[in-house]
């Protein structure tokens, strides 16, 4: 599966966007984009998913560019309650895609009040 | 999605005991995964959990110290075995069903080892 590279940290203010990149450029045409997120002591939330096209569902947006070399996760009215680690992963989801998400480091986003 | 639901939520257990983590799933699936998360660190997978034959385990993970139990689709266990510090962890149980849609994990299983 390809390797993703988000920034370690960013901070936002409650209620404006919140918009998370991942670069992933080695991504392979049968990989998807998945995220997810890490509230502290609780298990990955998965978020959103997407191949090329962007993605939107009640808890965010993904934009994925043309070239599909980067991608990125928008929160559109962040709150405190999104305080959390944001993980980009690429997977195939047929039979040819490992089994293991590779969740990287990831983004520690802070949601200031 | 299911609701997946992780027993016990932490435990703190003297070195060389052995400890056995359940995951429990509302619904039949087919994947069920293990992962491990160190303290600061991310996710990685230990292993997938088979129904009715042994775990396939990922490099740098063996049997004899992270026995895995399958008997059904709802259904899996993870040991620890002969626990030392550095097994110190977060243990985390996935699903995926069916192949290829995202995983759902549970919230973990907060392992201290004195």
């Known amino acids: 599966d390809a390797k993703t590279t988000q920034p370690t940290s960013m901070d936002c203010a409650e209620g404006r966007a919140a918009n998370l990149p991942c670069n992933h450029s080695t991504i392979s045409g049968n990989e998807y984009v998945y995220w997810y997120r890490q509230i502290h002591s609780q298990g990955p939330q998965y978020i959103i998913h997407?191949?090329?096209n962007n993605e939107t569902n009640e808890m965010a947006s993904l934009i994925i560019t043309e070239d599909r070399k980067s991608s990125t996760l928008i929160l559109p009215h962040a709150t405190l309650r999104d305080t959390a680690v944001y993980y980009c992963?690429?997977?195939?989801?047929?039979?040819?895609?490992?089994?293991?998400?590779?969740f990287g480091t990831g983004t520690r986003l802070t949601v200031i009040p | 999605s299911a609701v997946i639901s992780q027993k016990p939520s932490r435990d703190i257990c003297q070195r060389g005991t052995s400890l056995t983590i359940q995951c429990q799933v509302d619904s039949q699936v087919t994947m069920m995964f293990w992962y491990r998360q160190q303290p600061g660190q991310s996710l990685t997978l230990i292993a997938t959990a088979n129904q009715g034959s042994e775990a396939t385990y990922e490099s740098g993970f063996v049997i004899d110290k992270f026995p895995i139990s399958r008997p059904n689709l709802t259904f899996s266990t993870l040991t620890v075995s002969n626990m030392s510090p550095e097994d110190s962890s977060i243990y985390l149980c996935?699903?995926?069903?069916?192949?290829?849609?995202?995983?759902?994990f549970g919230d973990g299983t907060r392992l201290s080892i004195l």
């Open positions: 997407g191949l090329k």
């Open positions: 992963i690429v997977r195939a989801r047929d039979q040819t895609g490992a089994n293991n998400l590779f």
């Open positions: 996935s699903v995926e069903e069916p192949r290829g849609q995202p995983q759902h």
